[in-house]
């Protein structure tokens, strides 16, 4: 068990819907990191926030947004779904930089 | 650019031989390589990272910055050691660089 959690598990949706994935960094855990794993693009990293401020962006499209709220947790949102937003998002945390990020179980996204 | 090669997509042994997987890098600054292993689409787990240069299950990863290599190395496999295994490296801007990762199987 990394310490991140990440819910839900799996999920379930249509084209053109909107979905919230939620992640709980490590305790102490200051940096959250968002990154998408599927078949054609491979492990791609999406978003980076330090304590409440976005840090760092990948190639994110503008579809998804994501936050870190007061209580360090962080969710990422994802609209206008289309079929190949199908992947599994994963979250991972770390204390700072230059400390190693450690991965959630991640949340495998299937759009139908 | 900033890249990470795994030139192997499929790497099979037979149990107790030798495994080194392959990872080459591109990066101006002075790079942070890691190892990453993924069992069965499950989540990421750390594996090693060069800066402690430890042995973690058996493995070991030397960086070598002439070659830019991150080769990982473990003298004899074992069939617990069939997963996905991701070389990646982080930037500058704290965000990791994967390479498309290669699948390690042990036969019996």
């Known amino acids: 068990d990394s310490g991140v959690t990440q819910t839900p598990k799996h999920l379930i949706t249509a084209t053109g819907q909107r979905v919230t994935l939620r992640c709980s960094p490590r305790s102490g855990d200051l940096s959250v990191y968002w990154y998408q794993q599927s078949l054609d693009q491979g492990l791609q990293f999406l978003i980076q926030y330090y304590n409440g401020e976005e840090r760092a962006k990948g190639n994110i499209l503008e579809r998804f947004s994501a936050q870190q709220f007061p209580d360090l947790h962080s969710e990422l949102n994802l609209s206008s779904l289309e079929l190949g937003d199908s992947a599994l998002y994963f979250c991972?945390?770390?204390?700072?930089?230059?400390?190693?990020?450690?991965f959630g179980d991640g949340t495998r996204l299937s759009i139908l | 650019a900033q890249r990470v090669t795994q030139p192997e997509k499929l790497l099979s042994v037979f149990k107790g031989a030798p495994v080194e997987l392959k990872c080459n890098y591109s990066?101006?600054?002075?790079?942070?390589l890691f190892w990453y292993v993924q069992y069965s689409r499950q989540r990421l787990q750390l594996l090693l990272r060069h800066i402690s240069r430890e042995s973690i299950k058996g493995f070991t990863a030397d960086l070598n910055k002439g070659e830019t290599s991150f080769h990982l190395k473990k003298p004899f496999a074992q069939e617990e050691d069939s997963a996905m295994y991701y070389c990646a490296l982080r930037d500058n801007t704290d965000k990791l660089i994967f390479g498309t990762g290669t699948r390690l199987q042990v036969f019996p």
């Open positions: 991972a945390s770390s204390p700072s930089r230059n400390q190693p990020q450690h």
């Open positions: 990066y101006s600054g002075s790079p942070e």
